[in-house]
T-cell receptor
Framework: DSGVTQTPKHLITATGQRVTLRCSPR?????VYWYQQSLDQGLQFLIH???????AKGNILERFSAQQFPDLHSELNLSSLELGDSALYFC?????????????????FGPGTRLTVL | GEDVEQSLFLSVREGDSSVINCTYT??????LYWYKQEPGAGLQLLTY?????DMKQDQRLTVLLNKKDKHLSLRIADTQTGDSAIYFC?????????FGTGTRLQVFP
């Protein structure tokens, strides 16, 4: 158990809908990262928040948004869902930010939320 | 580009050594990581190596880094059925990890 929690575990919804995925980082971690894992795209970085502020954006669609709250939990909002959005969405957390120093930047991953869009 | 490449599959007999290879892209990446993903689970950090090191050993795991060729490998000694999983290499770049395509390791008795 990494200490990172994600809810829900599974989500099934229809095209055009909107969903919210939730992540609670490990106690003491200030950074939250979101990744998408799909069969055709592999594991892709979406966005990074550090202490409530957006730090870096990856291949995140405009239909997707995220935020990190004062208690450091984060939510990933996916709207106008399409079939191709079906994937595993992972959240990771680290103490600090960046990928430069494993002692503070090692990312610990949650179990993921499996999103199925029908 | 940002493609980190790995071979897709590896099949080994229980008790043998497994070697999973990775070619990364950015010579300025400071740290390189190996993660393991078991079926239906998240990613578990196995080990990492600093870019100025050639080798790191951690129990049954040995990481070799050839910085000139941007080649990283993970050797698992005495591979067990419990090692069956997908293994991802990743390079730490600024605020994110760039993951490889993943290698599915299958261990047969």
């Amino acid at each position: 158990d990494s200490g990172v929690t994600q809810t829900p575990k599974h989500l099934i919804t229809a095209t055009g809908q909107r969903v919210t995925l939730r992540c609670s980082p490990r106690s003491g971690d200030l950074s939250v990262y979101w990744y998408q894992q799909s069969l055709d795209q592999g594991l892709q970085f979406l966005i990074h928040y550090y202490n409530g502020e957006e730090r870096a954006k990856g291949n995140i669609l405009e239909r997707f948004s995220a935020q990190q709250f004062p208690d450091l939990h984060s939510e990933l909002n996916l709207s106008s869902l399409e079939l191709g959005d079906s994937a595993l969405y992972f959240c990771a957390s680290s103490v600090a930010q960046g990928g430069r120093n494993p002692s503070t930047d090692t990312q610990y991953f949650g179990p993921g939320t499996r999103l199925t869009v029908l | 580009g940002e493609d980190v490449e790995q071979s897709l599959f590896l099949s080994v007999r229980e008790g043998d050594s497994s070697v999973i290879n990775c070619t990364y892209t950015d010579s300025s990446s400071t740290y390189l990581y190996w993660y393991k993903q078991e079926p239906g689970a998240g990613l578990q950090l196995l080990t990492y190596i600093f870019s100025n090191m050639d080798m790191k050993q951690d129990q049954r795991l040995t990481v070799l880094l050839n910085k000139k060729d941007k080649h990283l490998s993970l050797r698992i000694a005495d591979t067990q059925t419990g090692d069956s999983a997908i293994y991802f290499c990743a390079e730490g770049k600024n605020d994110k990890l760039i993951f490889g395509t993943g290698t599915r390791l299958q261990v047969f008795p």
